[in-house]
């Protein structure tokens, strides 16, 4: 493996710029979510962070899979592909980025301090010409902080180099609300310039041999403007985004055709290049433009997108997104990873077998970062608490009464973050119907359950309040346990088990009841409950 | 009166020619190219296995366009003594189709075309064509009827399907849908759903494996049968490569389904058109299905 790029050195060659741009990659792969939920200009219609990520992703693998390992190649590769590849206003400004950086790069033919203080001066200067109306506040003005601020450090080495432009391009970013009132307004800094930034994060993290980093939305939004309309923010006058790719018939310069493109839309990028034509333009009128356009060649990629329409998809979405959370209650350590595989990111609060108290609950709900939480209690027992805390906390409160955690698992499958609660709650119901459990348990003494005598040191399995097995041998219960169960109308079996189940015996089980039962799949898990030895899922 | 259809409505070529279908393709391009397919096409399965092949290198970028005037002027002329009744897949999303489709209409009064949106994607366009003749069996029926038909079951048509690649769906700029879904784990299917009213695709869950996502839209349909108080039902399922095994165990739960509840039950497997395949990638399954009448 390439090693990273030591602090010192004033020369970064070949295999290192390709590092570094996975590195860029990379990083906004893990994060372009960010991006996407930043976006309100110049449309709040939530997609720079993909058309970023479409932009740089083609142009990253197509150097991956080149042999040639030269600046010319590489950077030609960078130029042409993120320039082919452009997507939205965000995508086409990035590309001129790269185009005016390759540029300087290749004339070059190395890459020294100097020349990345040169590169991102060009890169500046190439995307700001592009654009018919560059607007402060934007990527354009990260580019130019970050050129200036490399001149300002001329002496440094071109790590450092990189240090300081992800360090002045951080503080442009924080400057873009004052720039672009509709940030202001909204309460975010500029997703753009934001992505940028990201990207040469993901370039200096990369070299220096770091991980890839999760970076924190909230980092990046303020309190907005009071008198912030909604209505006016949302506002598209110019309703279709409108991208295409002319493949030229002839080398005839289009005159008027920025003109024409200015009376008819806004957001304008165009370049006309020997062979091509890409633009981009938001317009109420993209038939019009494909027409116009076709009369310089043929029509090689064309996108149209209705602004309007993802600005209210988008923000539905988002409204959900920050509204619900869930947390589980779990009676072992081990199903937080359980429930974490079928839901990442859910909240998971573990007891042992003593129930949790209200308070306990109370403050998890308090802490968590969603106005709208659905409890899942998971335990009939838990639900009075659950109850309370529905009267007590701030917050809107929803219980989900799973009478334990099988049907909590279920349940799980159904629910989807991004939908009311309303909506999960059916859906995690309609979930948990398709699951019935089985408890197997060990009696400490001779006892009787639900009319059934079980004497001491026998296993025995509980269904629905009813005993469906006892017998003196853990293998011989749990398989007539199953058996009574009508496991030939089952697809899926679980297992839950404790410190206590002596695993290999399990797995013996579960081999047993595989080749018994063809269809049904048979999973294993450690819960790590309390109480019963082994739980058991049928759906 | 003649029937036209789109590519998108998921029936296979023998079936449309069964049916006597008119059929106009929505073209592809491949990588910026236009890709050669027809509905018709000698070997079709191949072809269309050779371009899922195709998709599955990730290099290669598919997208679909939308419909020309000269696209529906070519499909209207062929029957321009007929009354035409058009199906079209939801329009909301083409808004280049819907503006072709509509200017035909307007400039083409030759052309005695009654267009038909059905507001639904993938199979639940051909499902409510299979709902229509399925109603109309066996009896005479005049264009209005047909359509009026059509527009009582609109509203009672649904689609759920399994991508088990959600990388197609993400690039094609989806974004609000993959949104929903992007957090959910590897390894772990999204289940997804559109209903008519709104045309939007939404994730309604999760499973961990293909009999757990037919469990899960077993139990959905039940519910939505109980609510309509139905007691029929037409289901159009499609799918790619081996994904047929998926449909066929869908199709074995409905029928059991039907005998407990004495539905009166249709069900049509077919192969994937292309029309969809850019989207929604080399690794699927879907279906639609109408709940009631007939």
Known sequence: MLSELHKKDRMMDIEHLILSLEGALDYFRANYHTIDNLNVFPVPDGDTGVNMLLTLEPAVEAIRRSEKRDFESVLSILQEETTINSRGNSGFILSQFFSGFSETVMDRGMITPEVLTEAFHQGHYVSKTAISTPMEGTMLSVFEAIAGAMSHARNGSVLEHLETAVKSGREEVFRSPEKLPVLKKAGVVDSGALGFVFLIEGMKRRLRGEEVGIENEDLYRFEPDVNTDIEELMHVGNRYCTELLIKRRENTPPNGLEEYLKNIGDSLALLVKDDIIKLHVHTNEPESVVNELSRYGTVVSKKIDDMKKQIEEEAKLFHHENEIGMLALAPGEGFRSVLHEFEPGLDVLVHDRNLPKTGDILHHVDQMPYEDVIVMANDKNIIPAVQLVKKKSNKHVEIFPSKNIVQGLAAVMGFVKNLSWQENLAQMTESMELVESISVYRSVKDSRFSGTAIPRGHYFAVMNSDVLAVNAGFRELVLKAVDAADPVSRINLSFYYNDQVDTELLESIRETLEGEYEDMDIEVHYGGQKTALLLIGLE | ?294
């Open chain 2, 1 to 294: 009166m003649k029937i036209i259809i789109d590519n998108t409505c998921q029936l296979e070529p023998e079936r449309i020619k069964e049916l006597g279908l008119g059929l106009i393709d929505y073209p592809i391009l491949l990588n910026g190219e236009v890709y050669p397919q027809t509905w018709d096409m000698p070997n079709v399965r191949e072809e269309k296995e050779k371009f899922i092949e195709l998709m599955r290198d990730k290099r290669n970028k598919a997208t679909t366009v939308g419909l020309t005037e000269e696209q529906f002027i070519e499909a209207f002329e062929k029957y321009k003594n007929e009354e035409i009744l058009l199906i079209t897949q939801a329009l909301h999303n083409t808004h280049a189709t819907r503006d072709a489709l509509n200017n035909v209409l307007r400039e083409h009064p030759e052309y005695d075309v009654k267009a038909f949106d059905s507001k639904s994607l993938v199979s639940g366009v051909g499902v409510q064509l299979l709902a229509l003749l399925r109603e109309t069996e066996g009896r005479d029926v005049t264009r209005d009827e047909c359509y009026n038909i059509l527009m009582r079951n609109r509203e009672n048509t649904r689609v759920l399907g399994v991508l088990y690649d959600m990388f197609y769906l993400h690039r094609g700029g989806r974004v609000g849908l993959a949104k929903a879904v992007m957090a959910t784990a590897m390894g772990i299917i999204p289940l997804l759903s559109s209903e008519p009213a709104s045309g939007v695709i939404k994730a309604v869950g999760k499973a961990r494996n293909f009999k757990q996502a037919c469990a899960r839209f077993l139990a959905m349909i039940k519910t939505q049968m109980e609510e309509k108080d139905s007691k029929t039902l037409t289901v159009a399922m499609s799918y790619v490569l081996d994904h047929d095994k998926e449909c066929r165990y869908m199709k074995k739960k409905l029928e059991e389904a039907a005998e407990e509840r004495g539905w009166d039950l249709y069900v049509e497997i077919n192969y994937s058109t292309f029309a969809h395949m850019p989207h929604l990638g080399p690794d699927y399954f879907e279906m639609g299905y109408v709940v009631g009448t007939a």
